[in-house]
Protein backbone atom coordinates (compact mmCIF):
# COMPACT_ATOMS: atom_id res chain seq x y z
CA UNK A 1 0.00 0.00 0.00
CA UNK A 2 1.05 3.20 -0.98
CA UNK A 3 1.14 6.44 2.19
CA UNK A 4 -0.69 9.24 1.54
CA UNK A 5 0.80 12.36 2.13
CA UNK A 6 0.61 13.38 6.10
CA UNK A 7 0.32 9.88 6.97
CA UNK A 8 2.62 9.16 9.98
CA UNK A 9 4.18 6.17 8.53
CA UNK A 10 5.65 8.48 5.62
CA UNK A 11 9.15 9.10 7.42
CA UNK A 12 8.91 12.01 8.94
CA UNK A 13 9.47 12.91 13.26
CA UNK A 14 6.75 13.47 15.27
CA UNK A 15 6.05 16.85 16.40
CA UNK A 16 5.87 16.59 20.08
CA UNK A 17 4.92 19.56 22.42
CA UNK A 18 7.19 20.34 25.49
CA UNK A 19 5.41 18.75 27.95
CA UNK A 20 4.81 15.08 26.01
CA UNK A 21 9.09 15.50 25.78
CA UNK A 22 9.48 16.11 29.58
CA UNK A 23 7.14 12.82 29.81
CA UNK A 24 8.84 10.78 26.96
CA UNK A 25 12.12 12.23 29.21
CA UNK A 26 11.06 10.51 32.12
CA UNK A 27 9.98 7.37 30.99
CA UNK A 28 13.15 6.78 29.16
CA UNK A 29 15.33 7.49 32.59
CA UNK A 30 12.72 5.20 34.09
CA UNK A 31 13.68 2.50 31.15
CA UNK A 32 17.48 3.11 31.44
CA UNK A 33 16.95 2.63 35.24
CA UNK A 34 15.50 -0.63 35.27
CA UNK A 35 17.85 -2.19 32.08
CA UNK A 36 19.53 -5.06 33.70
CA UNK A 37 22.77 -5.76 33.69
CA UNK A 38 22.64 -7.93 30.38
CA UNK A 39 21.03 -5.54 28.68
CA UNK A 40 23.75 -5.25 25.01
CA UNK A 41 25.19 -1.96 24.85
CA UNK A 42 24.09 -0.51 22.12
CA UNK A 43 20.47 -0.56 23.28
CA UNK A 44 21.88 1.22 26.40
CA UNK A 45 23.60 3.93 24.38
CA UNK A 46 20.52 4.09 22.04
CA UNK A 47 18.47 4.77 24.96
CA UNK A 48 21.34 7.42 26.62
CA UNK A 49 21.44 9.15 23.23
CA UNK A 50 17.78 9.55 23.25
CA UNK A 51 18.01 11.23 26.43
CA UNK A 52 20.50 13.34 25.93
CA UNK A 53 18.93 14.57 23.12
CA UNK A 54 15.82 15.10 24.59
CA UNK A 55 17.22 16.97 27.28
CA UNK A 56 19.23 19.44 24.55
CA UNK A 57 16.11 20.09 22.66
CA UNK A 58 13.66 20.90 26.18
CA UNK A 59 16.86 23.42 27.24
CA UNK A 60 16.30 25.09 23.59
CA UNK A 61 13.01 25.35 23.78
CA UNK A 62 12.42 28.46 25.99
CA UNK A 63 14.91 30.16 24.17
CA UNK A 64 12.80 30.29 21.03
CA UNK A 65 9.76 31.88 23.01
Do not use: C, W, Y
Amino acid sequence: MRAFDGQRSDNQPIKRSASEKEKLLQELKQTLAGMKSHTTPSLRQSVQKRIADLETELRAAPARR
